[in-house]
Each structure stands twice: as C-alpha cells, then as structure tokens.
C-alpha cells in the first residue's frame, strides 16, 4: 500500500500545483509546449516502466499541453469548469472504481442515480414520474432519445423494429429547424432515419425555429426542438409546437443540451415553456453544470417505454424490481458512475446555488457584449443565454483579431459562421468566470484590435478605438 500512498500523494500534488498556477499559465498551449508532445512518441515497453515515472512525464509535458477548459478564461465550444467538490468526488469515485450497469454491481451508484433523478426533474420542473438516464453526453442521449421515439411510434403503428428491423418498415419522417445540432444529424444516421426523411423548418434571425414555416406533421413524425442554440443561445418556441405536434400525435425531443437549465432559473425559464409536455429532452452536465466529463442526461416522460425500448438482456443479468439499473436507461452497459460527482455538485449548489449559476453565465455574458457593442464591435446575435458571435471591421479583420487572441495566452474562443458570416464566437461557461476576467480578455481585445488597426493605417492620427 505504501507505493499507492506515494502515487497518490504525487497526483494530489501534482494537481494543487496545476490549480494553483492555471491562471498564469497560457490558456492554450504555445508551440514550445506543443513541441514536448513529441516526448510521448516512444515505442511500448517490452516490460513495463515504474509508475512514478509515468505520472511525472505526464505532468512534465503533459501538463503544459493541456487547456486550461477548469479556468476562468476560456470561451471555445461550449465548456464549463469543475467544482471542487465534484473534484473530489470523482476521486472517490475512482478509488470506489464502480461499475454502475447494475444495483447488484454497485448500491450506491444505483441510489444516488435515483435521488439525482428526482432532484433534476423537480429543479427543471418536468412530469413528477419522468425518468432520467445518466449517460456520456448529449450525443448519446439524443441518440437513445431518438430510438424511444422512433420505436415508440412504430409500436403504435403495430410495427415492431426490434422483430422486422428496417427493411419494410413505414417511413418515420423528422421535423427540425435548419440550426439543430450536427449531433442530431449523427444520431439520425445511426438509427437508419436518412435526409430524405428529413424536412428543415427555416429558422428567424436569432436562429430560433420560425413557426409560421412549420409543415404538418402525423403520427409518424418526430419533431426535434431546441434550447439553447449553440451559437447563438436562442430558445426554439417549444410549448406552441409541442401543442401542434401532440394534436397530431407526433413525438417531440427536444435537444436542451447547453439550455435546458434556463428551466431552473425564474427570470429564464419562460424561454424553455412547455419543456413538461416534451417526450424526451436531453441535458449536458458537463456543459452549463460544469460538471467533469462526461455528464450527459436523457428524459422521458414514459419511463416504461423508455426501459422497454433500451432493455438489453442476457442470462447472466438479473435486473432488480424495486432498485434502479442503470443499464436499463442508456446505451452502455459498463459504464463509470458518473452520478457520483453530479449528485455531489447538486447537494453542493442547492437549488438557488444552480439558478445563481445560471444566472451568472447569462449576466456574465451581457456584460461581455455590451462592452464588446460599446468598444465599437459587430454582436451579431441578441443574447439570451450564455452565447455571443461577434465580429471585427469585415470578416477578414475578424480572422487575423481571432488568430491572435488564438495564439496570444490570456483567452482562447473559436470561430463560426452565424447567418452566413464568418465571426468569433464566445461561450461564457464556467463558473470561474468572473467580470474581472471579462475586463481583462476585453482589454486584451482591444488591444490586439488597436494593433490591427494601426497596422493598416499607419498614418491615421484618428484610431478608431
Ligand atoms: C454539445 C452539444 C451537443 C452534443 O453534446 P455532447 O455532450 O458533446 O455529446 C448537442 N447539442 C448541442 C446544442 C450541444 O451544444
């Protein structure tokens, strides 16, 4: 036990030195750093190597080669932090090294899926018996979500996929709108549901679904929605949609991975109405929680139909009656137990440590653009959640401010093309963000764009900013 101990001291310590130093070192690795990744490129050992050994190389080069997604000052994707409670309990976890596929593989992973599982429904303010599943991201949970509602609408049709498969099966056609997630697209192809099926719903300037343009839809539809619009954070108008397609008995998900936390927060929540009445949804934890990967969740409404359609079994499985198996809700059979470190986060933040959260993302990201507006730069969307596109000049301006701000060390966010124009996009996250560190990325903008600036027009007394 005594070199475990030592390990471990090492990883501990290893981990408060990264933590302590994560806002000094450069967001992004510099190409120095990146050059030590050519350490790595060893052959196997034949015999094995010593495992302090290994843990010092990864944080010699690896360390330096990582990004810095648990600070204050990262913006790309859409990427939120780690709690320190979560931290630790997923070290715990790790040290449980729980399998939590089934109550008889682990008790504890089976009952905080069941308590985290009424916590998130009456925090998002879902149907009191909907179920949750506790799987990698949202990728997966649309993917399963997709396969209920598909064989849910087959079944009742008196079409069952799992006996005849795809090859005579009736036609299930999608409904979205043309700004759904390319996740969405992903998990179409695997369900066997082609673009042919698919008709895209034209969507307004802020990239919400337009109603007015929305077809008819049957009983043979499934209608994918979204909250939280990954570039520009809009809200599709659920509850008048869900009423249109459930007049028609049509199946409606709703794709909430960055927005459906909005529901727990008062000031926000009218932007997810009528999330109750959607069949499935799905939720990252990874993302707006800032949870640790990879904390993805799924919710249906029909927790039988839901168990029904992803049942896997095998002679040696016993599933339980009356205690969770939470195999019985996702793709994976062996899966970590995630739940730990969600359940852990939850009991930490309470229910208006969460909305606070929430909020602060929202508020936080007000501010950035008002002062990027201010400073005399294109937001091109209006900002409803935790999402800006902005813009510099001319598309071309934008470019060479985004490669700097890229390859500078205070912040890092990508690019996108919103409404066909090419913009840097920024994803306010983390927790850790503060509007210190706002005032700072900002400065720093602006003095990259004063660079650009006076680059181009040498003689010009009048800077622009
Ligand atoms: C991130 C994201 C996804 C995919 O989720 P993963 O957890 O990365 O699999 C789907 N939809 C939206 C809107 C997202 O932002």
């Not at 570039?231 to 949609?241: E, K, L, Q, T």
């Not at 991975?257 to 997810?272: E, N, Q, S, V």
């Not at 409404?419 to 996009?425: D, E, G, H, L, Q």
Request: charged share 25%.
């Amino acid at each position: 036990m005594k070199d475990y101990n030592i390990l471990l001291e090492q990883a501990l310590n290893i981990s408060i030195d990264y933590l302590d130093n994560l806002n000094s070192k450069p967001v992004f690795p510099t190409k120095d750093d990146l050059a030590c990744l050519d350490n790595f490129n060893e052959s196997l050992s034949i015999t094995g190597e010593e495992s302090n050994k290994i843990i010092k190389q990864l944080d010699t080069f690896g360390s330096r080669n990582t990004v810095s997604t648990n600070g204050s000052r990262y913006f790309g994707f859409v990427t939120g932090s780690v709690y320190p409670v979560a931290h630790a309990a997923n070290w715990l976890a790790t040290t449980w090294d729980q399998n939590a596929a089934l109550y008889d593989m682990s008790p504890i992973a089976s009952k905080l899926e069941e308590v985290s599982e009424k916590w998130l429904v009456g925090l998002l303010g879902l149907k009191k018996d909907s179920a949750v599943s506790f799987l990698s991201g949202s990728s997966e949970a649309t993917l399963c979500g997709l396969l209920v509602a598909r064989n849910t609408l087959l079944q009742r049709k008196g079409y069952n996929i799992v006996e005849q498969g795809l090859a005579n099966c009736p036609e299930i056609k999608i409904v979205m709108s043309e700004e759904i997630h390319s996740s969405v697209w992903k998990a179409l192809n695997f369900l066997g549901i082609g673009k042919k099926s698919v008709t895209l719903v034209k969507s307004d300037q802020d990239g919400r679904l337009d109603i007015e343009m929305f077809p008819p839809v049957d009983d043979t539809t499934i209608v994918i929605l979204q909250a939280g619009n990954v570039n520009s954070g809009s809200f599709d108008p659920i509850a008048d949609i869900v009423e249109i397609a459930h007049n028609a008995n049509a199946w409606v998900h709703v794709d909430g991975a960055i927005g459906l936390w909005a529901a727990a927060c008062d000031k926000l929540k009218h932007l997810t109405n009528g999330i109750d009445s959607a069949d499935s949804l799905t939720a990252d934890a990874h993302k707006t929680l800032n949870l640790p990967y990879d904390s993805g969740l799924l919710f249906c409404k029909d927790r039988k139909q839901m168990i029904h359609c992803l049942q896997a079994s095998g002679d040696y499985l016993s599933f339980n009656t009356d205690k969770r198996d939470g195999m019985l809700y996702t793709l994976e059979m062996s899966r970590r137990s995630r739940v730990i470190e969600l359940w852990s986060t939850l009991k930490f933040l309470g229910k208006d440590g969460v909305e606070n959260l929430v909020n602060q993302l929202c508020d936080n990201a007000n501010y950035f653009s008002k002062q990027l507006e201010k400073n005399g730069f294109k937001v091109l969307n209006n900002v409803f959640f935790n999402q800006i596109v902005f813009q510099f000049n001319n598309e071309k301006d934008t470019k060479i401010l985004l490669d700097k701000i890229q390859n500078g060390k205070i912040m890092w966010c990508g690019s996108t093309i919103w409404k066909n124009k090419k913009a840097i996009r920024i994803s306010i996250s983390s927790w850790k963000t503060t509007k210190e560190d706002i005032d700072l990325c900002l400065e720093h903008i602006l003095s990259i764009s004063k660079e650009i600036y006076k680059s181009k027009h040498d003689n010009c007394l009048n800077i622009m900013l």
